[in-house]
């Protein structure tokens, strides 16, 4: 194996681990709510009464790539899969968080440091049939 040193960042992905670390952090000791982007948006789609807090999160979101530009050039976008193909991976994902009760960020970030045994089931879960993707991509296709 070798590590492609011309796109090796460890220090922006040190970063951004560590504010997506401090702002599941702070909204489980502010606001005593679970950073799980398929809860908070599944919240925002079914008309949840704490909307505004669900707003201002995925505000943040989509905002801190403008941010990050005062710091750095945000990296080259690069489509590696046809239209299609990004359909049908958004449906298996959404199907996914369905079945699981949560997305990556909820069990990933905020169950295992929680040590839930149900979050570590399902990253195991998930990540497992990511490793078998692409390998099936990558290698049998």
């Known amino acids: 194996m070798q590590i492609d040193l011309i796109h090796f960042t460890p220090w922006a992905s040190l970063a951004g681990g560590a504010l997506i670390g401090l702002s599941a952090g702070l909204l489980i000791l502010l606001g005593a709510r679970i950073a799980g982007i398929a809860g908070i948006i ?20 989509l905002l801190s790539p403008l941010v990050w530009q005062l710091f750095a050039p945000l990296p080259a976008l690069q489509m590696v899969s046809n239209p299609l193909g990004l359909v049908i991976a958004g449906l298996l994902v959404g199907i996914g968080t369905r079945y699981a009760n949560g997305c990556t960020s ?3 970030i905020c169950g295992l440091s929680r040590f839930s045994v149900r979050s570590l089931a399902a990253v195991l879960s998930f990540m497992s049939a990511g490793f078998a993707t692409v390998f099936v991509i990558k290698h049998v296709l």
């Open 106 to 108: 909820g069990h990933g």
């Open 42 to 61: 599944g919240g925002l789609v079914q008309g949840a009464a704490d909307r505004q807090w669900r707003y201002l999160f995925v505000l943040g979101i």
